[in-house]
């Protein structure tokens, strides 16, 4: 694999990989120590609100592929975390996303992920494996709109009570690196019913919530920055540590659920 090109984005820094197949993926370098790598050329779980699974799942990457990402960038960039939170769902190419995460944990990163979930014995070893962060995508309580904005993720229930047994067992160092992650997307997940249902869970699983603002890739009214605001402070009130989306979530190059795949 090489690399292709590079785009300065306002804040952030993306890079188009080619994979020897012509396949082309995104990384991006935010922070200017964290990479977020792709696991998958495309993404089997096709969440509407996200350009990565427009096409579906194309093919997984070997672990080669999620290491060279970072490989090809290390002597530039004084990378110290990784984010394995590009294009791809990490549990559904499990054996070589483990792998990478091995390889990149003996080289000393920090390493987290962005999960939907699925399956859930893989989610169970993921929760054990010595990550810096883990972020479930949740975006929604009710099972109909979950499906909906997340047509291919698992089932809804299984996941909550999956959860309410494995994260109790968790010491509280371990459980602060887990959150919930929720994308407000106007008149769909955002009223105050929604987030009472989110704010119930994320307390009585002691876990964060990270509130993401929809970067728009169609089909979607992000909500108004006052609504996102009102619903910030809404799950405090509530007790419920809430970290926001950075600015460089927000930018419209190498943002949340901007990343693209090609082909030669
Ligand atoms: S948000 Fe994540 S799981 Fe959903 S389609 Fe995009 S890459 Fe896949």
Known sequence: MKLLHRVRGKFNELFVFELQDGYRIEGVLYRGDTLCVSTQVGCPVRCVFCASGRQGLIRNLNAEEIYGQYSLLKGIFPIKRIAMAGIGEPLLNWKSVKEAFLALHKEGLKISFYT?????????????????????????????????????????????????????????????KISLAYILLK???????????????????????????YNSTGGFDP??????????????????????????????????????????
């Open 116 to 176: 939907s979930g699925f399956p859930l014995n893989l989610l169970n070893e993921l929760i054990d494996l010595p990550h810096n962060g883990l972020t479930i995508s949740l975006h929604s309580l009710d099972p109909i709109i979950r499906k909906r904005i997340m047509p291919r993720a698992g089932d809804l229930y299984l996941l909550i009570s999956f959860l309410r047994e494995k994260i109790p067992q968790l010491n509280k160092k371990r459980r602060k």
């Open 223 to 264: 909500v108004s920055g006052d609504d996102y605001e009102r619903a910030f402070l809404f799950l405090r009130k509530k007790g419920v540590k809430v970290t926001l989306s950075s600015r460089f979530r927000r930018d419209s190059i190498g943002g949340c659920g901007t990343l693209t795949v090609g082909k030669k």
């Open 187 to 213: 008149g769909i997940n955002s009223s105050e019913k929604d987030l009472r249902a989110l704010a119930e869970l994320a307390r009585s699983l002691k876990v964060s919530v990270t509130l993401l603002s």
